[in-house]
């Protein structure tokens, strides 16, 4: 299958400290982990829910897209990130369909998984991250 599972949903947040607290007193969630990555300008925790995550994202600097997002938009859902076998394989597949790709290549991402993103004028204004999961 393409798409083998949801793997998380990322969200903007200004606070991370504060948006994991409300987390746990909201939905008593379970935090799995919490992770500075620079490449992407951003300090993520990750928190599972079921088989898949919510990502929490709060930009390190004025110049990360997820600064740019939260100015322009608030907080709110950033991207949809679905787990694929072979990110190679997928992205071959996208180009070929014509999809609009932000990454040509891979990059990596939290957890030191290969990430690839999509474009959100490609599909329903959803910025879609693509992480291997072999
Ligand atoms: C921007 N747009 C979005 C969006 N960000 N639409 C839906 N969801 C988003 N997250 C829309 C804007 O509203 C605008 O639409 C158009 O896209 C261009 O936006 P912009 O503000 O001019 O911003 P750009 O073009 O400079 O950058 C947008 C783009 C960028 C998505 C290309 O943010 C990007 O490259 N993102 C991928 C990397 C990323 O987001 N990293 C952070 C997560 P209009 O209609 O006004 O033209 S890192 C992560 O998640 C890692 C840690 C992991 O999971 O492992």
Redesign the pocket.
Known sequence: MFLINLD?V?IAVNDLDAALEEYERQYRIQRVHRQV?KS???E?AMIAVGGSHI?L?QPLSDD???A??LA??GEGL??V?YAVPDIEAALDHLRAEDVEL?DDTPRI???D?R?A?V???ALA???I?L?ESP
Do not use: D, N, W, Y
Request: aromatic fraction near 6%.
């Open positions: 998380h990322g990555v992407q300008g951003v993520e990502q994202l990360s897209p997820v740019k997002f322009k938009r950033h991207h990130a932000i991402g939290g957890g998984r990430i993103f474009h959100p004028k204004g959803t910025l991250e992480v």
